[in-house]
């Protein structure tokens, strides 16, 4: 009985020895600044003041719990444009390229009320609608745009960030304008933020300020 008493006070002792050395290196661990880049200048001048549809290609984070802090990277977008004249005077067997790999030959083409009907050799067919500002865009035959990739960068997402969320096609009337909490919970459930459903904006100093999710039938 006394050796088993022995053995308990030993292993009772080993554990309290254990949770003291616990407790001291705790203590002992300072505790940790988070210190961030200054924004480029560069792109500053690139973005300050703007809006880009975009997408979101990725999401890191760094810390945990209250100290979490995110980053997103986004490819800032523009609707493919081409020149007026190059696709009033496309003929049947000249190729229009949307992005490298991407084209179509022409087999067939039609004027329309605001441009052109083409069909390509499998009978697709794109809509190009002339622009207020002279060029062509194109859509599918099922409203599917075309994008051109402008640049991709990695920036902060702050904690007071707007985002208006304007994705409920039952609302029409305006954004509804939420927060940091909401914005991330899409993102963690890894909601496809694509140029056709989202637009974001920087401030003067090429802050992100804004995230505008809009409707799209592709959600």
């Given at each position: 009985?006394?050796?088993v008493s022995?053995?308990?006070?030993?292993?009772?002792?080993?554990?309290?020895?254990?949770?003291?050395?616990?407790?001291?290196?705790?203590?002992?661990?300072?505790?940790?600044?988070?210190?961030?880049?200054?924004?480029s200048?560069?792109?500053?001048t690139?973005?300050?003041g703007?809006?880009?549809?975009?997408?979101v290609?990725?999401?890191?984070c760094?810390?945990?719990?209250?100290d979490?802090?995110y980053?997103?990277?986004?490819?800032?977008?523009?609707?493919?444009?081409?020149?007026?004249?190059?696709?009033?005077?496309?003929?049947?067997?000249?190729?229009?390229?949307?992005?490298?790999?991407?084209?179509?030959?022409?087999?067939?083409?039609?004027?329309?009320?605001?441009?052109?009907?083409?069909?390509?050799?499998?009978?697709?067919e794109?809509?190009?609608?002339?622009?207020e500002?002279?060029?062509?865009?194109?859509?599918t035959?099922?409203?599917?745009?075309?994008?051109?990739?402008?640049?991709?960068?990695?920036?902060p997402?702050?904690?007071?960030?707007?985002?208006?969320?304007?994705?409920?096609?039952?609302?029409?009337?305006?954004?509804?304008?939420?927060?940091?909490?909401?914005?991330?919970?899409?993102?963690?459930?890894?909601?496809?933020?694509?140029?056709?459903?989202?637009?974001?904006?920087?401030?003067?100093n090429?802050?992100?300020?804004?995230?505008?999710?809009?409707?799209?039938?592709?959600?």
């Open positions: 009985m006394k050796k022995t053995i308990l006070s030993a292993i009772l002792c080993a554990i309290l020895i254990a949770c003291l050395a616990v407790s001291a290196c705790a203590e002992e661990i300072p505790s940790s600044n988070l210190y961030k880049p200054v924004v200048e560069t792109f500053k690139l973005v300050a703007k809006s880009f549809e975009a997408s290609t990725r999401k890191d760094f810390g945990q719990d209250e979490a802090f980053t997103i990277t986004i490819t800032a977008c523009e609707e493919t444009r081409f020149e007026a004249k190059d696709i009033e005077e496309a003929k049947e067997r000249d190729i229009i390229a949307f992005a490298p790999g991407e084209a179509i030959v022409v087999m067939e083409k039609e004027a329309s009320e605001f441009g052109f009907h083409i069909k390509d050799g499998f009978s697709d794109y809509i190009f609608n002339k622009t500002d002279g060029y062509y865009v194109a859509r035959d099922t409203d599917n745009m075309f994008y051109t990739e402008v640049f991709t960068v990695t920036i997402l702050g904690k007071d960030i707007r985002f208006l969320d304007w994705s409920d096609p039952e609302n029409l009337e305006a954004p509804i304008e939420k927060g940091y909490d909401d914005l991330l919970d899409l993102l963690l459930k890894d909601t496809n933020f694509a140029p056709y459903n989202t637009k974001v904006t920087f401030d003067e090429g802050k992100l300020v804004e995230f505008l999710y809009n409707y799209s039938p592709w959600n």
